[in-house]
């Protein structure tokens, strides 16, 4: 069963301090990864997107790792700022599928204190 | 370019009430999402469509329908409303079909039903 877990649910860091998000999934065949930020009320925005070949993607603060033999992957946050605060969500989508075929995580919370 | 915009932003029904959501994907695109989210379950896919046509269809009751334009501006309607509806519904287009395009999500319309 295509599944994608993310870990950890929850997260309280303080502002500067650096965090890593982890992202298991067992989707296949695989087409790639998006990590999206989600501000409260707001709608998802992508981060990166990470394909089979790629194992690091960077976005400013935010660099997404991709161990497509494991099938593990992470987002690292340094030198958190207060506006990082939000979900962020691990997508994972089947090779050759259509946008049905996207397999959401159910995202970490994280929350930056000053 | 503008981005995807939904209405309304926020609404509240009772039950046995029905309900329609709107959709301007951005200018161009012709792929338009629909999910569900909600605290315990995440984003949940609900459907896609594409030249007016559906293409994709999630786990969703019959109560869920929806219709695209031929502008690609999209509506979703729920009939019947139950109170586990209460949710923000999301909608994300893309340029065209397919998982490699990256989907923007609109700022989701909270609905709430009493």
């Known amino acids: 069963k295509n599944q994608v877990e993310q870990s950890p649910q929850s997260l309280i860091i303080l502002e500067g301090k650096n965090c890593t998000l982890q992202?298991?999934?067992?989707?296949?065949?695989?087409?790639?990864l998006r990590w999206y930020k989600q501000d409260t009320g707001r709608g998802p925005v992508s981060l990166t997107i990470?394909?089979?070949?790629?194992n690091t993607k960077s976005n400013g603060r935010y660099t997404a790792t991709l161990d497509a033999d494991t099938k593990q992957s992470s987002l690292h946050i340094t030198a958190s700022q207060l506006s990082d605060s939000a979900s962020y969500i691990c997508?994972?989508?089947?090779?050759?599928?259509?946008?049905?075929?996207?397999?959401f995580g159910r995202g970490t919370q994280l929350t930056v204190w000053p | 370019k503008a981005g995807v915009t939904q209405t309304p932003r926020y609404l509240i029904k009772t039950r046995g009430q029905q309900v329609t959501l709107s959709c301007s994907p951005i200018?161009?695109?012709?792929?338009v999402s629909w999910y569900q989210q909600t605290p315990g379950q995440g984003l949940q896919f609900l459907f896609e469509?594409?030249?007016?046509?559906?293409?994709n269809k999630g786990n969703f009751p019959g109560r869920f329908s929806g219709r695209q334009f031929s502008n690609s501006r999209s509506e979703m309607n729920v009939s019947t409303l139950e109170l586990g509806d209460s949710a923000l519904y999301l909608c994300?287009?893309?340029?065209?079909?397919?998982?490699?395009?990256?989907?923007?999500f609109g700022p989701g319309t909270r609905l709430t039903v009493t």
């Open positions: 992202c298991n999934y067992t989707v296949s065949p695989f087409s790639n």
């Open positions: 990470m394909t089979f070949s790629e």
């Open positions: 994300a287009s893309s340029l065209e079909r397919g998982s490699s395009y990256e989907q923007y």
């Open positions: 200018s161009g695109h012709r792929s």
């Open positions: 469509y594409f030249s007016e046509t559906q293409r």
């Open positions: 997508v994972v989508s089947e090779r050759g599928s259509t946008l049905g075929r996207l397999y």
